[in-house]
C-alpha cells in the first residue's frame, strides 16, 4: 500500500499503465495466452501454499520463513526501484509513442528488472508461508517469467526504437552473467 501511494502522488500516469493487467488487458494473442498460464500458476501458488500449511503436507523451519520473508521484500524493493525508473513499465506489453529506452538504474544491469524482481519474490512466497509444495507452482511462474520475457523483447525490438542498441549495450536479460 505505502508502494501505491507514493507512486499515486508521484507518478499517476505509471499507477494507470498498472491497473490494466492480465490476460483480457493484453492485445498480442501470444501475451493473453502466456498470461492465463502465469495467472493459474499464481493462483494455484497460493492456494498449494495454504493447503499445505494448513494440512502439514511439508515441514519448512522458521528460519527458513524468515529467510524467504527477506527475499519477498527484496522483490518488492527491486520491483519498487524498477518503477522508479521506468515510468512506462506497464502491466501489459506494448510500446507508447514517444516512449524511450530506459538504461538507468536497475536498466543498466539487466533488461527486465522487474521481472528479475519478481523471481525471487515468487520463488521464495512459499517457504515463506511455510510451505515447499508451493514451490511447483512457483517453478510454472518462473517459466511464465521466462516465457513472457522471450516474446516481450521481440515486440520491443521490432517496435521500440533504440532497443536493439540497448540489448548489445545490456547483455542480461534477468541474471548478470548467467542469462
Not at 49 to 62: E, I, K, N, Q, T
Not at 151 to 164: I, K, V
Request: aromatic share 12%.
Amino acid at each position: 500500500m505505502p508502494t501505491t501511494l507514493y507512486f499515486l502522488r508521484r507518478d499517476p500516469a505509471l499507477v494507470a499503465r498498472r491497473m490494466s493487467a492480465g490476460p483480457g488487458a493484453e492485445n498480442e494473442p501470444r501475451q493473453k495466452l502466456i498470461m492465463s498460464f502465469a495467472v493459474g500458476a499464481m493462483i494455484a501458488l497460493y492456494l498449494v501454499s495454504a493447503l499445505d500449511y494448513r494440512f502439514g503436507w511439508s515441514h519448512v523451519p522458521p528460519a527458513v520463513s524468515l529467510i524467504g520473508d527477506v527475499f519477498v521484500a527484496l522483490g518488492f524493493v527491486g520491483i519498487f526501484w524498477t518503477f522508479r525508473a521506468n515510468a512506462y513499465a506497464a502491466a501489459t506489453v506494448r510500446v507508447e509513442r514517444g516512449q524511450p529506452v530506459i538504461a538507468t538504474g536497475p536498466y543498466a544491469i539487466v533488461r527486465h528488472p522487474m521481472y528479475a524482481a519478481a523471481l525471487p519474490l515468487f520463488l521464495a512466497t512459499p517457504p515463506a508461508l511455510g510451505s515447499w509444495w508451493g514451490l511447483v507452482p512457483a517453478a510454472l511462474i518462473a517459466a511464465a517469467i521466462v516465457w513472457r520475457l522471450t516474446d516481450e523483447e521481440t515486440h520491443l525490438a521490432r517496435d521500440l526504437a533504440g532497443y536493439e542498441a540497448y540489448r548489445r549495450t545490456v547483455r542480461a536479460r534477468l541474471v548478470p552473467g548467467v542469462w
